[in-house]
C-alpha cells in the first residue's frame, strides 16, 4: 500500500504585497507610455489644436480662468485644510481611519504641492503662451534639461502646478486600500479625474503641454505611495490593528 503524497503547502503571498507589485508594473508602465507621448511629439499635436502662431483664443475665457483655474484652486486649498482640521476634528468616512492614516492624507495633499511647487521653480522648460511658436519670445527646451538656460527666459513650467491641486489628492486611495477599497476607488477616481480636468483647462489656454500634466499626476501618485511605505515603518501597530499587512 503506497504511502499518502506529502502535502506541499506554499505560503501565499500576502495579498498586500501583491497589489504593490502589480502597483508596481503600472506605474513603470505609465512612466514609459508618457515618455512614448513626449518622443511622438504628442505634446505640440495637441498644443496645436488649442492655439497657434497667434496664440490661444480660450487663453482669457471666463471659464477656464475664473471657474477652472481661481475657484478650483480656492476649493482645493479648502479642502486641504478641511484634511488638515480633520487629522483632529474627522468628518463623515474619515472617521473610519486612525489619527495616523488622516495625517497621511492631509500631509500627502500638502507634500505633493510643495514638491510640484519647488520643481517648477528650478525647471527652464517655458508654458506653450510663452514659446516663440505660439506667439512668444522663448525658446523649446526639454523639462528634463534642467540645467538648461533658454533663449527668452526661463518658464518654470513643469510639472504642472495646478493640475496638482487634483493629483495630489490621490493619496486617500493608500490610506482607505484596506479598510475601505470601494471608498479607495472612488478617492482615486476623483483625484485623477479633478487632476486631468485642471491640467486640460490650463492646456486649452495655453499655460501647460500635456506632459505637464501627467508628470504631474505620475509624481503625486509615487509621493503618496512613499509616503504610505512611510506610515507602513513608522507606524507598525496602527497598520495592524487596521488590517494592513507590514
Known amino acids: 500500500m503506497k504511502s499518502p ?12 504585497r501583491e497589489a504593490d507589485r502589480l502597483l508596481l508594473v503600472a506605474t513603470a508602465a505609465l512612466a514609459l507610455i508618457f ?13 496645436y489644436w488649442a492655439g497657434g502662431g497667434g496664440g490661444f483664443s480660450l487663453r482669457d475665457h471666463w471659464l477656464l480662468t475664473r471657474v477652472m483655474h481661481s475657484g478650483a484652486r480656492w476649493l482645493a486649498w479648502a479642502l486641504a485644510l478641511g484634511l488638515c482640521l480633520a487629522v483632529w476634528w474627522p468628518v463623515g468616512v474619515l472617521r473610519r481611519l486612525p489619527a495616523s492614516r488622516r495625517l497621511q492624507l492631509a500631509g500627502g495633499v500638502l507634500l505633493s504641492v510643495l514638491t510640484v511647487s519647488v520643481l517648477k521653480s528650478f525647471n527652464p522648460a517655458a508654458c506653450p503662451w510663452d514659446l516663440a511658436g505660439f506667439g512668444g519670445v522663448a525658446q523649446s527646451v526639454s523639462h528634463w534639461l534642467w540645467w538648461a538656460a533658454p533663449a527668452g527666459g526661463s518658464g518654470r513650467c513643469f510639472p504642472a502646478g495646478h493640475a496638482s491641486a487634483g493629483f495630489a489628492f490621490v493619496g486617500g486611495y493608500f490610506v482607505f486600500r484596506q479598510q475601505a477599497p470601494e471608498i479607495a476607488r472612488r478617492w482615486l477616481l476623483a483625484a485623477v479625474a479633478a487632476g486631468l480636468v ?18 504631474s499626476g505620475w509624481l503625486c501618485w509615487c509621493l503618496a505611495w512613499g509616503l504610505d511605505a512611510a506610515h507602513a515603518r513608522l507606524a507598525p501597530a496602527n497598520h495592524r490593528a487596521n488590517g494592513d499587512v507590514a
Open 5 to 16: 503524497a506529502p502535502v506541499v503547502r506554499v505560503r501565499a503571498l500576502p495579498l498586500a
Open 198 to 215: 485642471l491640467g486640460l483647462a490650463q492646456q486649452w489656454r495655453g499655460a501647460h503641454f500635456m506632459s505637464h500634466t501627467l508628470w
Open 35 to 47: 515618455l512614448g507621448w513626449e518622443s511622438a511629439d504628442g505634446d505640440l499635436l495637441l498644443a
